[in-house]
């Protein structure tokens, strides 16, 4: 098989991969509590990270103490933050619709960035955003946007909107530090970091009894999120971009909201209304005219 041909298939495997998470998450979400599930991921994924660079730089991974901070900073939003938001979330709401939501973050990304490093915003990026913004608020209000005026959001979808601005300040904040830090280190540490500030409320919040009752499912979810949705889905991902570059790579991005719709429709039997393929393709469409440059 050609190394192309491999490339685009570690492509669709992170894809399905990131697109399972959604799929793990609902299941944890609903036997164990949220802060439990995040710290077992993270875990896990700390672990899985650290062989993994060993593996391939022949030595542990290592922190320069002027990058502990920023590195913090990516650990409280994009492991503490997210996580947290992300399992409580899909205690009540679907995984396709969550998915569908969280799918909007390059868009914000993009006026982050804008405001923050003074990127050029331009009108195609304007009108994405606008697009992916009537994407989402047409996937919350069930079709409706203008309900979202009279009837407000949902703590479910107001927890996966959290996750959009913590997933987002994750970004920007990494963006500095990866100029100097490799991505795997940056993962590896943020991880790490992750799991220690995720640790105190876990412990707080009965994680050992949860631990002592988990189920072979449920245990097989966490390993999946850990190794295949963290893990392997990032490395393959980033040897796809260094292969290719990161247009082409990117547009798969696209595709892990459809992805999860589909497996949650498979594995969970959960329902697809019009409502939800109608506002998931104003997001997805939104989101590849805000990046397609």
Not at 98 to 105: N, P, W
Not at 110 to 124: C, M, N, Q, W
Not at 277 to 292: D, E, F, P
């Amino acid at each position: 098989m050609s190394s192309s041909r491999i490339v685009y298939l570690k492509l669709i495997g992170s894809v399905v991969f990131w697109g399972g998470t959604w799929i793990a998450g609902k299941i944890l979400a609903g036997d164990m509590s949220p802060y439990s599930a995040a710290f077992l991921r993270f875990l896990f994924a700390t672990f899985f990270m650290f062989l993994l660079i060993c593996r391939s730089t022949g030595k542990p991974p290592k922190c320069q103490k002027e990058d502990i901070l920023p590195l913090m900073l990516m650990a409280v939003t994009g492991v503490f933050l997210y996580n947290i938001m992300f399992f409580t979330g899909l205690q009540t709401i679907s995984a396709g619709r969550a998915s569908l939501i969280i799918a909007a973050v390059p868009t914000v990304i993009a006026i982050g960035s804008a405001v923050i490093f003074k990127e050029k915003f331009t009108l195609s990026k304007a009108a994405g955003f606008l697009l992916a913004l009537v994407g989402v608020t047409t996937v919350i209000g069930n079709g409706n946007p203008i309900t979202l005026l009279t009837q407000g959001v949902s703590f479910g979808d107001l927890c996966i909107l959290g996750c959009v601005l913590s997933w987002t300040a994750y970004s920007l904040a990494g963006k500095p530090v990866m100029k100097k830090v490799s991505p795997f280190n940056a993962v590896f540490w943020s991880c790490l970091f992750g799991t220690v500030m995720l640790a105190v409320p876990a412990f707080s919040n009965n994680l050992i009894a949860e631990v002592q009752k988990i189920t072979l499912l449920d245990f097989g979810c966490v390993i999946f999120l850990a190794f295949l949705g963290t893990t392997l889905g990032f490395s393959w991902y980033c040897d796809a971009i260094g292969k290719i570059g990161p247009s082409k790579a990117g547009i798969f991005i696209n595709l892990v909201p459809i992805t999860a719709i589909l497996l949650g429709v498979i594995l969970l039997g959960e329902s697809v209304g019009l409502p939800l393929i109608i506002g998931g393709i104003l997001t997805i469409g939104g989101v590849w005219l805000t990046n397609r440059s």
